[in-house]
Structure formats: structure tokens, C-alpha cells
């Protein structure tokens, strides 16, 4: 028994040993010894599930830093202070909080300043789903400064990020392979939008409808997990009451159905505005030519005022929507200014219209001018007050009993679902942030309008519609998503042979004869690329038909159907390839030089291989 224990002993050893002095030499903590010891003795299926529970837990606990920070802040901006007091916390903090987060950028983050989804999918699709470390902090701290201090825009985009880098640094750092680290991106994604809104499936929705278009995957369960963890995690630590929590809610009456109708039209309408001018406003700001310190005390002082004009700008905003729940319309508009008006109906829809204008506008400014953020708070926002709104007109023109609670509840889903083009994500986290499972029809209803409105103007999100384009982020297209990791260099014929526009005939012909390859490259004595030659061109002078002192190299030199370059996407190069009909084209810098002949069998080679990898 001894004996047998001493023999079970040196085997743990050995396992020991080759799971960890096997990897290259870097400092490890006693923790990351023991994990890679527990690799070793796991299978890969159960090792996914730890780690899943690990970067779930590790992402949650992200997101509950940051949501603690931020709404420390923003409680004690949110305090009921006098008109003066709120108007020139107002005015300084957004400006403050958007110039802050710019110089963090440049002086700590080397003007790294990308903060958008689509980075993570370019990621994904363009670096084997590696992210860069420095995003496991970097958003926290950013989105914490904009966000905190009254910029309009949400932190569920950067928890979001923050936990697609910690997944896929974990990863790394085990050395799983690229399903792997795809898989545990997603997985901390998901958790950080689980801890976010305490909604797991929300979290699973969003990975699967947005960082893992175009991919299938059958091992989902540690996706599941994080989710779940970052979930469990918020709720024990923070201890939140349901966010959406609209005690005036009604259960669905199919009656109201064609009220939820043209609430679906309506946020899919003011889902594209709110698209286009983010869009807009972007590339304005792009343009500008001066310092990103500059430009980010412009996009503040254009924010401060308007959170001075219309408060619900401030922040994240998701405490307006609770006020204007209750009826508490002072809370939204300054009570002074409001009272002057008499309160009528018109200057609350007046302003609540003017409100949800800016609301694009502002959430743009904030991100695009030095700000960190999102668009999941302002999609949110802007659709529960688009869902008051509606039901207030309808309560004006004298249309009774009108589930307003409800209106609000499915004008988020809406306009999240527009914004995003992701119909299930605002499903879910709806029904899940406000235990409005029995809505289910109604957010249905909104958010599939909504989706296909937005779907009709653009098939793809315009926020990635660049990028889709160029092929560097993947698609719903599964055959191109492979084709696009495609290297073109990956691709050039090791055999290619290259002549000279002054070569020996007898030289060339020589060659032809000892060489497999039917297509000779032609170039000048520069190396420019010059043209090709073929069998064809060479026949005659094989077969002895024409004299070979009439041969010229120049003269006999043809131009192929294409020519590729380094910027042509390997999309493209396979219609030349069908286009022309041929097995080779040449491949050429940007000065005309030859770099080799592009193969097409190895593009088919490379093909077969990655689509193995992907069935495995």
C-alpha cells in the first residue's frame, strides 16, 4: 500500500513536470503552477470548464469595479442639489471627465485609444484572437473617468472588452489554441455584460450574435459558465434590485398589439438617425486636424452643454428612466425652468423630443472626441424615453389605458436592437433586467421591427461595415470568414521563375525545358514587372517553326488578365482566378516589383486545411 502510494506520488511528479518545465521559461505564481499542473490532468473539455469559471469570475469582478466606481460618483452628483449647483456640476464635470480620459490615453496608453466592439472582432478574425494585454485595465480606468464624470455614454462596452481581453490573455497564457481563445474571449465578454445587467443569457446572446458571427462552435458550456459566474458575482457583491424594475407594468394584452407595432417602427426609424449621426458626427471629428487634447476639450465643452440644456444627457442615464416611471418629470427638466412653463403637456414632449435628437448626438461627441464608452446605456436610454414617449402622445389624443410602463420596457429593447443589430441580446436582457419574461411578445414584436428597419437601410451594422468590407472582421459569410485568414504571402509558388526583358533565347529556352512551371515571370533590369511568358509564346521557337535569331523577349512578353497587389484581399483574388481561368498571377509591390507567382492551388491547399481546423 505504502509502496503503491510512493509509485502514485512519482507519477504526479512527472505529469508535474512535463506539463510545466515543458513551456518556455517566464515567471509563474504559485497559482499558474497549479493550473498548469491541473492541465495536465485534465481532459480539454473539463480544463475549458475551469477556465470558463476562472475568467468568468475574473470579468464579473471587472465589472463590478468599475460599476462601483462609477456610480460612487454619479450618487453624489445625483444628490438633490440646487438648480446652481447642478448646472455648474453640469457644466464642468462631462468636459473635465472627456479631457481627463484623453490625457490617460496619451500619456499612459501611448494614444491606444481603441475602445469599440469592432476591435475585438477585427481581433478576432486578424490576430488568431489575441488581445492586447493592456485592455484587461485600460477600459476600466478610461470608461470610469467619461462615464463617472457625467459622459453620455454606457460602461457595458468597455466591461464587454475588458473581459474579451482577460479571456483571451488567459488563454495565452496556457497556450490554448485559437478555438480555445476565441471561445474564452467570448466567454469573458459575456460575463462582463452578465455582471453588467445581472443577466446571464443576455451576456451568452451578445457573444454568440456579435463576437462569434461566422463561427461555429459546439463546445459552448464554459461560454454558459462565465456568464453565469459574472452574473452570481455582481449579485453577491452589489446586492442590485432589478434595474428595470416598473412596478406599473402590465401583462401583455394582445389587444395592445397594435400599439407595440408602430413603437417597433418608430424606434427602428430612430435607431438608423441614431446610427447615422454617430457616423456623421465621427467622421467630423476625424477630420479635425488638431491635437487629440484639443479635440477632446472641444467634444467637452460641446457635451457640458448640452447636459446643461437637457440633464438626461448626463451620464449613463439609467436613472431617468426610473424617475420618469414614477412621474418625477422635475427630475429630468431643472424644476425652476420647467415650473416657469406652467407645465404643460407640449414642453414635455418638446423637450423629451429635443432630448432624444441630442441623444445621439451626445453619445458621439462623448466617444469619438476622447471619451471611452458604449452605445448599450444611450441605445437603452433613448428607447425607454422614446417608449414614454410614445405612450404619452397616445395618452394626449385621448387613447385610454395605455401601458406606457410597458411601451418604456420594449422601446429599449427597440432601439438596442436596431442599434446593435442584435434583436436577441435586447430581447433577453430586457426580460432579464426586468423580470418581464411575460413580455415576451411585445419585445419580440419591437425588437425584430426594429431590426429589420435598420437591416433594410444596411445589411451590416455601419459601424463595421468598413471593415467588413475590407474583409477584416468576420461575417455570417462562413466560406469567406476562412478565406480571409488567408495570407497572400502564404500563397506565392516557391517555384516561380523570373527572367529578364534582355535574356539569351537559348538561356530562356533551356530553362523552359528543365523547369515544371508553364509561366515564366518577365522583368526589366530594375526588377520591375514586365509581363509574362508561356508555352504558347515559346512553341514556336521550340518546335523550330521560327528561327530563333528573330526571338525577342520583349516582344514576345504578354500582359496577364491580372495583376495582384498586397492590398487586394483574398476574396478578390479568387474571382481573378475564376475570371481568368489560369493556376497562376503574378503578385506586385507598389513600385511595379515582382514578388512571385500566387498559386491558386496553394490558396485551395490553405483552404482545405483551415476548414479541417474548423470541423475538428
Avoid at 131 to 141: A, D, G, L, W, Y
Amino acid at each position: 500500500m505504502k509502496k503503491f502510494g510512493l509509485k502514485k506520488l512519482y507519477v504526479n511528479f512527472l505529469l508535474f513536470k512535463r506539463a510545466f518545465v515543458n513551456y518556455p521559461f517566464r515567471k509563474f505564481n504559485i497559482i499558474e503552477i497549479l493550473l498548469f499542473w491541473i492541465k495536465s490532468r485534465l481532459s480539454r473539455s473539463q480544463f475549458l470548464v475551469l477556465s470558463g469559471i476562472l475568467v468568468g469570475f475574473s470579468a464579473g469582478l471587472a465589472g463590478v469595479i468599475l460599476k462601483t466606481f462609477v456610480h460612487t460618483i454619479q450618487d453624489f452628483l445625483n444628490n438633490d442639489l440646487p438648480i446652481t449647483e447642478r448646472i455648474i456640476a453640469y457644466a464642468v464635470f462631462p468636459f473635465a471627465g472627456i479631457l481627463i480620459t484623453a490625457l490617460v490615453v496619451k500619456f499612459f496608453y501611448d494614444n491606444d485609444d481603441k475602445k469599440e466592439i469592432s476591435f475585438i472582432l477585427n481581433d478576432i478574425a486578424q490576430n488568431e484572437s489575441k488581445v492586447n494585454p493592456r485592455k484587461m485595465h485600460s477600459q476600466v480606468i478610461q470608461s470610469a473617468i467619461t462615464v463617472g464624470f457625467g459622459g453620455s455614454a454606457g460602461l457595458e462596452t468597455p466591461i464587454a472588452i475588458t473581459g474579451s481581453a482577460i479571456g483571451s490573455n488567459y488563454a495565452q497564457r496556457y497556450r490554448l489554441g485559437y478555438k480555445e481563445r476565441t471561445l474564452l474571449l467570448a466567454a469573458g465578454a459575456a460575463a462582463g455584460i452578465a455582471s453588467a445587467f445581472n443577466a446571464p443569457i443576455a451576456g451568452v446572446m451578445f457573444a454568440f450574435e456579435i463576437l462569434l458571427t461566422g463561427l461555429v462552435f459546439s463546445d459552448f458550456i464554459p461560454l454558459v459558465i462565465a456568464a453565469i459566474c459574472g452574473s452570481l458575482l455582481s449579485h453577491i457583491i452589489l446586492q442590485e434590485d432589478i434595474l428595470f424594475k416598473l412596478d406599473a407594468r402590465q401583462s401583455f394584452n394582445y389587444v395592445n398589439t397594435f400599439y407595440y407595432v408602430g413603437l417597433g417602427i418608430v424606434t427602428g426609424f430612430y435607431a438608423r438617425y441614431f446610427l447615422v449621426v454617430g457616423e456623421k458626427v465621427k467622421h467630423a471629428l476625424d477630420k479635425f486636424k488638431g491635437s487629440t487634447i484639443t479635440k477632446a476639450a472641444i467634444g467637452g465643452s460641446i457635451l457640458s452643454v448640452l447636459c446643461v440644456a437637457f440633464p438626461p444627457l448626463f451620464g449613463e442615464g439609467y436613472t431617468n428612466i426610473k424617475m420618469l416611471h414614477q412621474g418625477n418629470i422635475n427630475y429630468l427638466i431643472h424644476k425652476e425652468i420647467f415650473s416657469f412653463f406652467g407645465s404643460p403637456d407640449f414642453v414635455i414632449i418638446g423637450f423629451l423630443t429635443l432630448t432624444l435628437i441630442f441623444k445621439a448626438v451626445a453619445t458621439s461627441v462623448t466617444l469619438n472626441s476622447g471619451g471611452n464608452g458604449g452605445n448599450f446605456a444611450p441605445s437603452l436610454i433613448a428607447g425607454g424615453l422614446l417608449g414614454f414617449l410614445f405612450g404619452f402622445v397616445l395618452t394626449i389624443i385621448g387613447i385610454e389605458s395605455v401601458p406606457i410602463a410597458n411601451l418604456m420596457l420594449v422601446g429599449m429593447a427597440g432601439v438596442m436592437s436596431g442599434v446593435l443589430y442584435a434583436p436577441l441580446t435586447a430581447i433577453f436582457l430586457i426580460a432579464e433586467s426586468s423580470s418581464g419574461y411575460d413580455l415576451f411578445i411585445p419585445l419580440m414584436i419591437v425588437s425584430v421591427i426594429a431590426f429589420l428597419i435598420n437591416k433594410f437601410f444596411s445589411s451590416i451594422n455601419p459601424t463595421l461595415k468598413s471593415l467588413a468590407a475590407e474583409g477584416k472582421i468576420f461575417t455570417t459569410r462562413h466560406d469567406q470568414n476562412i478565406l480571409n485568414q488567408i495570407e497572400l504571402m502564404e500563397c506565392i509558388n516557391d517555384a516561380s521563375v523570373v527572367i529578364q526583358t534582355n535574356s539569351d533565347i537559348h538561356e530562356v529556352l533551356n530553362m523552359y525545358r528543365n523547369s515544371n512551371q508553364n509561366t515564366f515571370a518577365v522583368v526589366d533590369e530594375n526588377y520591375r514587372f514586365w509581363g509574362i511568358l508561356n508555352r504558347e509564346q515559346l512553341r514556336p521557337y521550340l518546335m523550330g517553326s521560327k528561327p530563333l535569331e528573330e526571338a525577342n523577349i520583349t516582344d514576345m512578353t504578354i500582359s496577364p488578365s491580372f495583376e495582384i497587389t498586397m492590398q487586394d484581399r483574398i476574396v478578390d483574388v479568387i474571382k481573378m482566378f475564376d475570371e481568368s481561368d489560369v493556376w497562376q498571377l503574378p503578385l506586385v509591390s507598389n513600385k511595379k516589383e515582382f514578388l512571385g507567382f500566387i498559386s491558386r492551388s496553394k490558396i485551395l491547399t490553405k483552404y482545405r486545411l483551415l476548414l479541417k481546423e474548423y470541423s475538428d
